[in-house]
């Protein structure tokens, strides 16, 4: 059985400073795991994908997210929030047992002030 | 090729009215996915297509919910006898094989049962 948990429903920050959205799942298999951000009104986008290669994966716009097995953990960060960041952050586990089976977490909306 | 494409964006019905929704994939894309999404929630899974062969459904969709997609390119939901509880967003995505490879959203179809 696959779970995923957001540990925060809304995250606020400061432009300039660092962003950290929390994401724990479970999974029965080897997951994939999955970043997407909402913007209103737009489309999900994808921010960066974990299949079982690097630990320390690398998304768009200075997104970064680890896979912590031992902690199974899976959260994204940024170094420096845009305003422009203000968005629906949905983390999502898949698991690697064929189709795209997901599972997405309730969402973590960010609040960036200026 | 723009994306995914869903028709209509909004959709205002009155409770007990059937809907159509209506799903373009991107055209080399054969896997098509219908996820449904309220507010406040992460989108849930409810059915996928590989080509035209509907291959898992979630216990979500109803007997009320019907889902085709007869060439394998674009793919219509239905939703019979609509009732409140059915107001959601109703997003499509697809994806090109092997699995696990990222989903490409369309902007979804905003269903309001009055």
């Known amino acids: 059985a696959q779970s995923v948990t957001q540990l925060d429903s809304h995250v606020s920050v400061s432009e300039g400073t660092p962003v950290l959205l929390r994401c724990n799942y479970s999974?029965?298999?080897?997951?994939?795991l999955f970043w997407y951000v909402q913007h209103p009104n737009k489309g999900l986008q994808l921010l960066l994908k974990y299949t079982s290669a690097a630990t320390l994966v690398k998304g768009i716009n200075g997104f970064e997210a680890e896979f912590k097995k031992s902690e199974t953990s899976f959260h994204l960060t940024k170094p420096s929030a845009h305003m422009s960041d203000a968005a629906e952050y949905f983390c999502?586990?898949?698991?690697?047992?064929?189709?795209?089976?997901?599972?997405f977490g309730a969402g973590t909306r960010l609040f960036v002030k200026a | 090729d723009t994306g995914v494409s869903q028709n209509p964006r909004h959709k205002i019905t009155k409770r007990g009215q059937n809907v159509t929704f209506r799903c373009d994939p991107i055209?080399?894309?054969?896997?098509l996915y219908w996820y449904r999404q309220t507010l406040g929630q992460g989108p849930e899974f409810l059915t996928y297509?590989?080509?035209?062969?509907?291959?898992?459904k979630s216990r979500l969709l109803s007997d009320r919910f019907s889902a085709e997609r007869p060439k394998g390119s674009f793919s219509t939901l239905e939703i019979q006898r609509t009732e409140q509880g059915d107001s959601a967003m109703y997003l499509c995505a697809s994806t090109q094989s092997p699995m696990n490879t990222e989903a490409f959203f369309g902007q979804g179809t905003r269903l309001t049962v009055v």
């Open positions: 999502v586990v898949s698991q690697n047992t064929g189709g795209f089976k997901t599972i």
């Open positions: 297509f590989q080509n035209e062969a509907q291959l898992e």
């Open positions: 055209s080399e894309h054969n896997r």
């Open positions: 999974s029965s298999y080897s997951p994939s």
